[in-house]
C-alpha cells in the first residue's frame, strides 16, 4: 500500500494503528456474511451440520479475504477524512 496519495498526496495512514478500526468493520461484514450463509443453508439443505456450516464458512472467507480487507479499510478511513472530488480538481496535500 502507497504511503500517500500519488495524486493529491492524502496520507493513507494519519497515525500509527489507524486501521484497528477496521476490525471492526471487517467484523460486521464477517457476521453479515455469517448469517446469509446460515439463512441460505437451513432454507436449501435438509440439516446443517457443523462440519458443513465451517466448510462453507472457511471457503468463503478465505476467497472473500482480499475484498473485505480492502473495503473495511475504505469505509474506516472515509470516517475520518472527507472526500474532496477528484484528484485532479483539489490541492495537492502539505507535506506529500
Known sequence: MHKNCPKCGQTY???PGFYYGAMYVSFAFNV???LVLLFL???FVGEVTMGMMIGVIVVLMVGLLPIIFRLSRVIWINF???YEGPASRIPRKAGA
Do not use: C, D, V, Y
Open 32 to 34: 453479515g456474511i455469517f
Open 41 to 43: 443453508l437451513h432454507h
Open 13 to 15: 495512514e494519519p497515525e
Open 80 to 82: 475520518f477524512i472527507r
